[in-house]
């Protein structure tokens, strides 16, 4: 396998991922002077918490966007997914199971230090082992057995099978810093850890407020235009709006759907959006094989099985659900069925693997044979300030399920206490969101579905504790080969396993949106990561 080819297989991405946007007037020319000087200040509001500074501690999307100004990766993805040059400079496989880095010269810590292969060995060994992560980065570095530093420029992985997904791997990776020696969580959070090579540094981080962040002129990237980055978390959708429109914030994301149409009208905002890599989806648990803890029989009584370990009885719920009523009603278009993870255009999308037809007849018929004629209780758990519409969501599809016999009651709680209580597979079944950030099946394979081993970095994501051996098989031989399209088979095959298991029932695929004000632009990113290094004044 030559190295050119080898390049091209972890480029691929999806398909339709320009980005849609409408016009505006320009800043005033003091502004624009203001911004391009440098003497601007950045503030984004972003609808989901940040949990934690440390980039290894929990692998969802508001750590990782806030992680992307602090800290680089030796591999980076542009808006739309492509891999691209960062701390390294290019990566070659010298055999079937070593693949070569070359390393950035010159690149300096926050605190003026050299950036060498040392710092990538550590990191590697650290990325596995946070305690108490609720979701972390192993499964990224799974492949790797042994690094080698050649030089202070240069590291070889090696593998003890082919693993063509390295490159891939690691641009999820963020690099830290040894001589720092940051191997506990709160010396991030406390700012003491958080010395990146990134484009901006820390200067303050206030858990479920807000993180103030100054530009690192010394960054090896391009010239950022913001002395200042304020990163605010505003929960509440009618609040981030109200703070744009006021001029408190300068950006937002998850625009409320309800809200789109007036903002596309209103002469001080402009909406941006791209068809987004993140499926929406109903996780069950399977870590039970007696009672669950909140399904009863209609008496109140614990049952003495836990239901959804039963096929008819998760494909019963999926048939309940009119996927087309949510995307139309509750997303207002922001939105599209689908029965798999990836939208269609993506590298391993399934065409064969379709939404799930609503037919709650048949539904009713599934949840008898299942054992529950005259249906069952159950609660629903989901966030409230997570994704887009997230707890109107969980609402729509209990009464959904009411109509099929299963009296359904709803449990939303903030980000920061349902994250933590889901990684304890405390919920039956609850709602959840995954961006496939490589563009391709195998990311969601060994990080969400997976059977979970810590110790083989597998299922970090795996918080229903989902396990099919025969899944598992065809995920190893689909990561570690080498031949594009052979392994877009197996990736393909991987898919229509799991989902004709329905291992999580998927709902829909998001468009993401941001609203910006007037004389900013803002290059949407289909991993729906908001950062100042993408926006611009126009």
Not at 334 to 351: D, F, M, R, V
């Amino acid at each position: 396998m030559t190295a050119s080819i080898t390049r091209r297989l972890f480029v691929t991405a999806p398909a339709a991922m320009a980005a849609i946007s409408g016009g505006f007037a320009p800043l005033t020319a003091e502004a624009q002077t203001a911004a391009v000087s440098g003497n601007g200040t950045l503030t984004i509001g972003i609808g989901g918490a940040v949990t934690s500074v440390d980039p290894h501690f929990y692998n969802a999307s508001p750590n990782n966007g806030l992680a992307m100004h602090i800290f680089d990766r030796l591999v980076e993805r542009d808006a739309q997914a492509r891999l691209q040059p960062g701390l390294a400079l290019s990566w070659t496989p010298v055999s079937e199971t070593v693949w070569e880095f070359k390393l950035r010269p010159g690149v300096k810590w926050h605190d003026g230090r050299d950036f060498t292969a040392e710092d990538v060995a550590f990191t590697v060994e650290r990325a596995p082992n946070v305690p108490n992560s609720p979701g972390g980065f192993g499964g990224f570095v799974r492949s790797i057995k042994r690094v080698e530093i050649v030089d202070p420029l240069t590291v070889r992985f090696h593998t003890e099978r082919p693993a063509p997904l390295v490159p891939t791997d690691l641009a999820s990776v963020a690099i830290i810093a040894k001589h720092v020696n940051g191997t506990a969580t709160e010396d991030y959070n406390s700012g003491k850890a958080a010395i990146g090579t990134g484009p901006y540094k820390l200067v303050s981080y206030t858990p479920g407020d807000r993180t103030e962040l100054a530009r690192n002129d010394a960054w090896f990237g391009p010239k950022q235009p913001w002395a200042r980055v304020s990163y605010r978390f505003i929960g509440n959708d009618s609040g981030r709006v109200a703070a744009l429109l006021a001029g408190d914030v300068d950006m937002i994301d998850q625009v409320p759907t309800s809200d789109i149409t007036r903002l596309r009208r209103d002469n001080r905002v402009k909406v941006v959006e791209t068809q987004g890599l993140r499926v929406i989806y109903l996780f069950p648990d399977y870590s039970r094989e007696g009672a669950p803890n909140f399904a009863t029989d209609l008496n109140g009584q614990k049952l003495t099985k836990n239901p959804f370990r039963d096929l008819r009885f998760r494909q019963a719920l999926s048939a309940a659900i009119n996927r087309e009523a949510l995307c139309r009603q509750i997303m207002e278009g922001t939105a599209q069925p689908t029965g798999q993870w990836l939208a269609p255009g993506t590298y391993s999308h399934n065409p064969e693997v379709k939404p799930d037809t609503y037919n709650p007849e048949r539904a009713k018929a599934l949840l008898a044979e299942a054992g529950f004629p005259q249906g069952l209780k159950l609660t629903l758990h989901g966030p409230n300030d997570r994704y887009p519409n997230d707890s109107r969501i969980i609402q729509a599809v209990a009464q959904m399920w009411q109509r099929i016999g299963i009296q359904t009651s709803v449990e939303a709680a903030p980000w920061a206490s349902f994250s933590a209580r889901n990684a304890r597979q405390e919920f039956d079944i609850r709602l959840l969101g995954w961006a496939s950030t490589t563009g391709e099946a195998a990311y969601t394979l060994v990080n969400i579905l997976s059977t979970y081993d810590q110790a083989a970095r597998l299922g970090a994501n795996n918080n229903g504790r989902y396990s099919n051996p025969r899944l598992d098989e065809v995920t190893a031989r689909a990561t570690s080969t080498l031949d594009d399209g052979e392994r877009e088979k197996l990736l393909q095959q991987g898919v229509k396993i799991a989902m004709d298991d329905l291992a999580f029932i998927p709902l829909m695929q998001l468009v993401n949106v941001w609203a910006v004000k007037r004389g900013l632009d803002y290059n949407a990113r289909a991993d729906e990561r908001s950062v100042a290094m993408e926006a611009k004044p126009a």
